[in-house]
């Protein structure tokens, strides 16, 4: 599984129309309506705003007025074959006066978003854990070599030390004589 590292923008002419597509890091439902409503303001004048996107397993996409399933599932075609989550993949359409039937669009939106994926920077996600670690502080230094190439969120000095982290699972076996419980599982961006 994959997200994007930032934010991408791409534009493509084919046969007069201008199918813009942007890709944009989400991480809930409620961003959607919110990126869309921007690039509404963004692009006033524009024929079309179709879109797909995925965060974890739900997927969701719209044909926003083009003839159905030749703008939305293609995008979201897409993203599903490049196995990317997190993402809305929107295509900003304006229309260029020459008709380009259902093939021609399905193949225009599918065009759009593979060329702005191709000059995205992909991040490998792996499975993880969010975790809370407590340990004394003489271990400190022990745990600071274990986690080296993991993220710690947050760190608490009081009686212990607490550490909130997100680690790979095959990092989980070597604090496993330490006290710590699962916060909830997760997906972590792969570091090389």
Same mark, same amino acid.
């Given at each position: 599984?994959?997200?994007?590292?930032?934010?991408?923008?791409?534009?493509?002419?084919?046969?007069?129309?201008?199918?813009?597509?942007?890709?944009?890091?989400?991480?809930?439902?409620?961003?959607?309506?919110?990126?869309?409503?921007?690039?509404?303001?963004?692009?006033?004048?524009?024929?079309?705003?179709?879109?797909?996107?995925?965060?974890?397993?739900?997927?969701?996409?719209?044909?926003?007025?083009?003839?159905?399933?030749?703008?939305?599932?293609? #995008?979201?075609?897409?993203?599903?074959? +490049? *196995? !990317? =989550?997190? &993402?809305?993949?929107?295509?900003?359409?304006?229309?260029?006066? %020459?008709?380009?039937?259902?093939?021609?669009?399905?193949?225009?939106?599918?065009?759009?978003?593979?060329?702005?994926?191709?000059?995205?920077?992909?991040?490998?996600?792996?499975?993880?854990?969010?975790?809370?670690?407590?340990?004394?502080?003489?271990?400190?230094?022990?745990?600071?070599?274990?986690?080296?190439?993991?993220? #710690?969120?947050?760190?608490?000095?009081? +009686? *212990? !030390? =607490?550490? &909130?982290?997100?680690?790979?699972?095959?990092?989980?076996?070597? %604090?496993?004589?330490?006290?710590?419980?699962?916060?909830?599982?997760?997906?972590?961006?792969?570091?090389?």
């Amino acid at each position: 599984m994959y997200v994007i590292d930032k934010n991408y923008i791409n534009e493509i002419v084919i046969k007069n129309s201008r199918f813009i597509t942007l890709l944009i890091k989400i991480n809930n439902r409620e961003d959607v309506k919110k990126h869309l409503e921007v690039i509404k303001i963004k692009y006033p004048k524009a024929t079309h705003y179709c879109y797909g996107y995925i965060i974890d397993n739900y997927k969701k996409s719209s044909d926003d007025g083009e003839p159905g399933g030749t703008a939305g599932i293609p #995008i979201l075609s897409i993203l599903e074959k +490049d *196995n !990317i =989550t997190n &993402i809305l993949a929107v295509v900003v359409r304006y229309f260029g006066g %020459i008709k380009l039937g259902a093939g021609g669009l399905t193949r225009a939106y599918s065009k759009s978003v593979r060329d702005t994926i191709k000059i995205s920077n992909l991040i490998e996600l792996i499975e993880g854990k969010k975790i809370e670690l407590t340990f004394s502080y003489d271990k400190e230094k022990q745990i600071n070599y274990i986690l080296k190439d993991e993220q #710690i969120i947050k760190k608490d000095y009081s +009686d *212990n !030390i =607490t550490y &909130i982290v997100l680690i790979k699972n095959e990092i989980l076996d070597n %604090i496993k004589s330490y006290n710590y419980k699962i916060i909830e599982n997760n997906y972590i961006e792969k570091r090389s």
